[in-house]
């Protein structure tokens, strides 16, 4: 089975709820085991898993072995496991009672496991397996994808219009109190330039499982950004502001680390209102992930996952070419709590010793031809905080 999970944990004193780079597993076979972390002993505190399901088929998930932390008085869970079935969302399986016979309505699944920071169980051992069924087959090509037929092309005309006008509306409005709004995504390339056009909406379940409820949802802002197809790094580091830095391929945008222009940082300040996929919505409802975005379809082990606004690509957690490790930040926290990025230096030294592997922007070149890219990371900055390319394009709104 391919991208066994590894049971190496990284802790994070200011981080609730970390998302180790190691805490994740994609499977593609037509049938498999998964498990909590550390299994049959118990699972660590205040961490998050993701099992990725990409099998070509539905699939039934089964649990035969399921203790997790007991309920809240309320009924509310504490740790939890939920299924992510594209555009449905389960209920929280808790205490002693997880998913049976569970099947899915499409072939990609994603599965979340959420520890907090207080007792911690045996958790759980779960089987799961292809549906092979013609109806089955017939239902994911039906709902695997999120951009309709009609909604697509007037979408990207409006966006190579705008382009091919020169006209961009960097104005953004406040959308909240929408309803139904549709995820639509799409890139295509004219001249030297990519055209990458979303409605801000992602293609999976969002703004649900949050431990704060946030009062924001997700409404539509229709944008397009037109960037190099082959963009060029530059020598000089740009920090970026606050607001959106880039568009992901779910429809949904990039934010950067800070939560204020006074760069407080949004993962500890903003943790509680993140939902199951890692993204929260802001005060104008935009949809947006400022960490690695979970329910985004594709191998969850170095996949590129979206653009940024100077051109170059944005990857998942990349395990290095040479060394038997993922990409590490090169910041690290020299002062205070962690929830400032004052906090926090770029150690040129490690850098060039090979103690750590990403620039200030958490850029990589990899040696082949993926070339420069922005990688995730489990730390701080956890996305890019700014940028190296040499052409930076504005996010242009489409109302």
């Known amino acids: 089975m391919k991208n066994l999970l590894i049971t190496t944990w990284i802790a994070f004193l200011f981080y609730p709820y970390g998302i180790s780079a190691d805490c994740q597993q994609v499977f593609s076979e037509s049938s498999g085991i998964f ?25 039934s998930i089964t649990c035969q072995k399921f203790n997790l932390q007991g309920k809240r008085a309320s009924g509310s869970c504490r740790d939890f496991l939920q299924i992510h079935d594209t555009n449905i969302l389960s209920k929280k399986y808790c205490s002693t009672t997880g998913p049976q016979n569970y099947i899915t309505t499409t072939a990609y699944v994603t599965v979340i496991f959420k520890s907090d920071a207080s007792i911690n169980r045996p958790g759980f051992k779960c089987t ?58 799409y890139s295509t390339i004219t001249g030297n330039y990519r055209i ?25 802002h229709r944008s397009f950004i037109a960037i190099p197809v082959n963009p060029v790094k530059g020598s000089t580091y740009k920090a970026y502001g606050v607001g959106p830095v880039g568009i992901a391929i779910s429809g949904a945008f990039f934010y950067n680390p800070l939560s204020s222009p006074q760069g407080d940082i949004a993962v500890f300040n ?18 947006y992930y400022d960490q ?21 690509p944005v990857y998942t957690f990349c395990t290095h070419p040479t060394k038997n490790r993922y990409l590490k930040s090169c910041y690290y ?11 926090y230096t770029f150690n040129t030294t490690a850098k060039n010793n090979g103690d750590c592997d990403l620039d200030e922007a958490n850029g990589f070149t990899f040696p082949d031809q993926r070339g420069y890219a922005y990688i995730f990371t489990a730390d701080y900055p956890f996305i890019t905080p700014g940028y190296y390319g040499t052409q930076l ?7």
């Open 35 to 59: 498990t909590s972390p550390n299994y049959p002993t118990n699972y660590p505190s205040s961490t998050t898993c993701t099992y990725v399901f990409n099998t070509g088929s539905k699939i």
């Open 128 to 185: 799961y397996e292809n549906v092979n069924t013609a109806a089955a087959a017939a239902a994911a090509a039906a709902t695997t994808t999120t951009t309709s037929s009609t909604a697509v092309p007037d979408l990207l005309k409006k966006a190579l219009n705008a382009y091919n006008s020169g006209s961009c509306s960097t104005s953004t409005q406040n959308k909240c109190g929408c309803t139904n709004p549709v995820s639509q995504f």
């Open 196 to 220: 990458v056009a979303a409605t801000g909406i992602p293609n999976h379940v969002f703004d649900q499982g949050q431990q704060k409820p946030n009062p924001n949802k997700g409404c539509e």
């Open 270 to 287: 903003e943790q509680a209102s993140l939902d199951t996929c890692n993204g929260r919505t802001d005060q104008i409802c935009r949809y």
């Open 292 to 312: 690695v975005p979970v329910c985004i379809p594709g191998d969850s082990s170095c996949a590129n996952v979206g653009y940024m606004r100077d051109g170059f």
């Open 333 to 343: 926290k020299t002062s205070g709590d962690g929830s400032n990025q004052n906090n």
């Open 393 to 399: 394009s504005d996010i242009c709104y489409l109302y």
